[in-house]
């Protein structure tokens, strides 16, 4: 079945460093694939998405790029601030119409 | 406009207990589903339906049931509680296509002891 796979965390960074969150993902077919931010207290709510390969999603500074030849979809940011402390998720809608979610990695930015 | 709305928000059940987690949207979106969070272990799919009077099993159905007689509604059903089923349920929606995001509620934090 379809799986996605998240680097291990907690990750710690000081404000203003670069941001990479690793994730790859196992599916039949061509599936879209989508980062979500769940801040404390709240529910998910949709970072970014791309829907075929090579598209690159991008938000609040925010990017991904679907790389189908990796079956990867990382996440970046150049500068992350203290406002970007959250839980991120990866996932991905297969052709059975289910979202699969990776386990999730906590982000604390220092100030 | 209100989006996906859940309730309760909090519950303390006891063994053996049952109790109906309520889900509804307005915006008319065909799929919903429900899942449980765990520390560390991401969001697993208990339920979801793809149009009402349509439900099917998601990863982890044990222990649970639901129901969507109509598009708006779609409650999530726990028969006997049991300390297992402790853990964090959130619904969510989306129109159709595989493109399309996840609405999602609040959440409803569970507690059996």
């Known amino acids: 079945g379809d799986s996605v796979t998240q680097m291990e965390g907690p990750v710690t960074l000081s404000e203003e460093a670069f941001l990479t969150i690793n994730c790859t993902y196992t599916?039949?077919?061509?599936?879209?694939l989508f980062w979500y931010v769940q801040y404390p207290g709240e529910g998910l709510q949709l970072l970014l998405k791309a829907t075929k390969a090579d598209d690159k999603g991008s938000n609040k500074g925010f990017e991904a790029t679907y790389r189908k030849e990796t079956t990867s979809f990382h996440l970046e940011k150049g500068s992350v601030q203290v406002s970007d402390s959250a839980v991120y998720f990866c996932?991905?809608?297969?052709?059975?119409?289910?979202?699969?979610f990776g386990k999730g990695i906590t982000l604390s930015v220092r100030p | 406009n209100a989006g996906v709305t859940q309730t309760p928000k909090f519950r303390i059940l006891k063994i053996g207990q049952s109790m109906t987690l309520q889900c509804t949207q307005d915006?008319?979106?065909?799929?919903m589903y429900w899942y449980r969070q765990d520390p560390g272990m991401g969001l697993k799919l208990i339920y979801y339906s793809v149009g009402a009077g349509i439900t099917d099993k998601g990863e982890v159905p044990n222990g649970y049931n639901v129901s969507r007689s109509t598009t708006e509604d779609f409650p999530l059903r726990l028969e006997l509680a049991a300390p297992s089923q402790t853990s964090v349920y959130f619904c969510?929606?989306?129109?159709?296509?595989?493109?399309?995001?996840?609405?999602f509620g609040s959440g409803t934090q569970l507690s059996v002891l």
């Open positions: 996932a991905l809608t297969g052709a059975n119409s289910k979202l699969t």
């Open positions: 599916a039949t077919g061509y599936p879209s």
């Open positions: 915006m008319n979106h065909n799929y």
């Open positions: 969510a929606s989306r129109r159709q296509g595989g493109g399309e995001k996840l609405f």
